[in-house]
């Protein structure tokens, strides 16, 4: 198959609504911080992986089942329901109205829709082929398809679909049973599917959800097994004869495709290759019910998201969901009109921009307008600076206030100073037109290129137990194995460094790293002899630490894992990438995790089998997880301060654990004692604005103090599941 091309229209029109519900919006429940559509899965219906076992090659990411308080909504609210597609009956969207929706969109300065056309658990939204699991045979009695896509074509919205290549109905598994499986499911249901959406319903983009999954031979197999190039390549000649191009993302088991897909968050830096970032306007991309309005993107932070995106080159899609009765609620509502409001005005910033040579700060976003260069001041201020702007690179030949307001402005070495005179409000961000031109070449005296990196593993030829290697400036090449006893030590991290991958830095028994940054995102550092020590450093990849009595102190890094015993790990600062672990434990005993931060993991730190240990003082904000004991006894976490994160702490079995004096603050749960965990004890923790204080489920022993709550969502701050005996 060629390579599939992308359309014109994806590169004129960068901001889109995707349009996301399934059966599950009848319960639109999740803990705060998960995702609402898994309801099933979080209930234990899909499997613990949270894929039907099927076709679990293809699940596209893994969600916790089952989960505590989806068990407890669902027993209090939902007892009668006992299996999933019990729902259908109360899936009415009796008030659901496409060209509202398209209202929304047009005046949210949105220029495309994508529209979930099958979520995993299997239902169409359409009249689908070959399947009765179909909003116009059940539910709504409606094809919802046939009435968004006529809706985009009256407001030339340019419309698309998303459909999950991953199924969780019992279609699948009867598949499976007659031995057809993954080949039956491609033949019956996901081919004339997807054609279908195009042909008679006009899909201008094509949204799978498998690729980020699949790896490696698996992928391949994948790939042969569900035929999608050669569904993709049907697709495509459908288009043809209708006059239009596909875009396709990167989830639909193809070597090329239109544009790659990241959650979450943007990448740090542009990409010159067409990508879009698609994520909620709170945590959940569906509508979730527990959600309010401090868990939101306020109109000030999409516009940050959003002209990040642009300035980044890529497109972003924001996840509006309706409720049970077809309508969006207010919440969604009110941030995306606010900023289709001031979108107004800069229409041409989602719609004829393309990067500058830099994208900006937390402040200021550089976005490149025919001619000229647009800077979106974020925090509309009557003063600002554009850094990097500065006169050894560019000359600026004049600056104009998008809104004509009166100002004055200055280059010089550290950029454009620009003061607005009137001090006008300027709305919820400031524009300035610049024009500049490339500065004129300086005359080159010396030769500023960056020597080649001194190969390191010969500087420690020789180096004798208690010898200290001290390096100096520069960068220097690694694998290189510190040697027993050896201290190799730097002039600080933003000084020297050294640079490897897998494997780059491995320390011995009672060796030392000081001061020294391992850089390159797949450069591991090994510390796996005994008592060895890494101290002051920066480490792009993960630390991995298999020997006993092993110390992490002061290191900024994203994940540490360790193996051994008596593990001490204090004051690192560690980012995430919203999927992974901060620190992680496996086995042993008396660890120590103590006043490190952890900020963008799933999980910030997770122990497995760990005993006597201690995680105190830790200031940390996850997605999932802040504190998961996974098995443990006798652990001891106290006085850490947790936010935004969905379990602030998880005691998921084990003994005699015990929580106490910490601080948690907007997230869903203060504490949840889970699944055999005994003789728990969670007291003296100040629990403020999450949505419960204690969940116990399945822990007929666990103690609970007097714990402070204060704004807790539900009526009771503790909820205790069966055999609870507090």
Known sequence: MTAVTGPEWWNERRYGMFLHANIATVASFSPIGEYADWYWSHLGGVGKTGASSALTLLAPEVHASPLAEVLAYHGDRWAHVEHYDDFLPFLSLH???????????????????????????????????????????????????????????RRDIVYGTHYSIDDWSTAVDAWTAAGRGAAGYAAEMLH???????????????????????????????????????????????????????????????????????????PADIRRTPWALRRGLGPSPQYNRAERPEHMLSAGALIDLLTEVVAKGGNLLIDVGPGVDGTISELQHAPLRAVGEWLAGHEELVSRSTPFDRWGDAQVRYITVGDEVLAVDLAAASEVVLAGIVPERYDVVSVVADDGGALHWEQHRGGVTINRIDRSPTGLAGVYRLVVHPAAEAIQLFDDRAAAPVALQPLLAGAAHGAVIQLGDGQYAGPVTVPAGVTLRGMGWDRTSIIGDSGAVHLDDDARLESIHVAGPTAHLTVAGWRAAVVGCRCDGPIEASGHDVQILSVIGTTILAGGERTTIERCSLKGSFDDVGIETDGGFGHRIVGNELVDHLCGIRMHDAGASKVAENRCASRWWAVHLVQCDHIEVTDNSIRNT????????????????????????????????????????????????????????????????????EEEPCVFGPDADT
């Open 192 to 266: 004339p599917h997807v054609l279908d959406l195009v042909e008679r319903y006009g899909s201008q983009l094509l949204w799978g959800d498998a690729g980020s999954a699949i790896q490696g031979d698996k992928r391949r197999r994948a790939a042969e097994m569900l035929a999608t190039e050669e569904l993709i390549g049907r697709a495509q000649d459908l288009a043809d004869m209708q006059g239009f191009a596909l875009a396709i993302n990167d989830g639909w088991l193809i070597d090329e495709a239109t544009f790659s897909t990241l959650r979450h968050r943007p």
């Open 646 to 713: 969905m379990r602030a702490v998880d005691v998921d079995g084990g003994n005699g654990s015990v929580v106490s004096a910490n601080w948690v603050v907007d997230g869903d749960s203060g504490t949840v004692v889970e699944f055999g965990a005994t003789d728990t004890s969670v007291a003296d923790n100040h629990i403020e604005r999450c949505r419960i204080g204690v969940l116990v489920w399945d822990a007929p022993t666990t103690r609970i103090g007097s714990n402070r709550f204060i704004d807790i969502h």
């Open 95 to 153: 008030r659901f109205d496409a060209d509202e929706v398209l209202d929304l969109v047009a005046g949210a300065g949105m220029q495309f829709l994508v529209q979930t056309t099958k979520h995993h658990d299997g239902f169409c939204w359409w009249d689908a082929p070959g399947t009765m699991r179909t909003s116009v045979a059940h539910g709504p009695g409606r094809d919802l398809v046939a009435e968004v896509s006529a809706a985009c074509r």
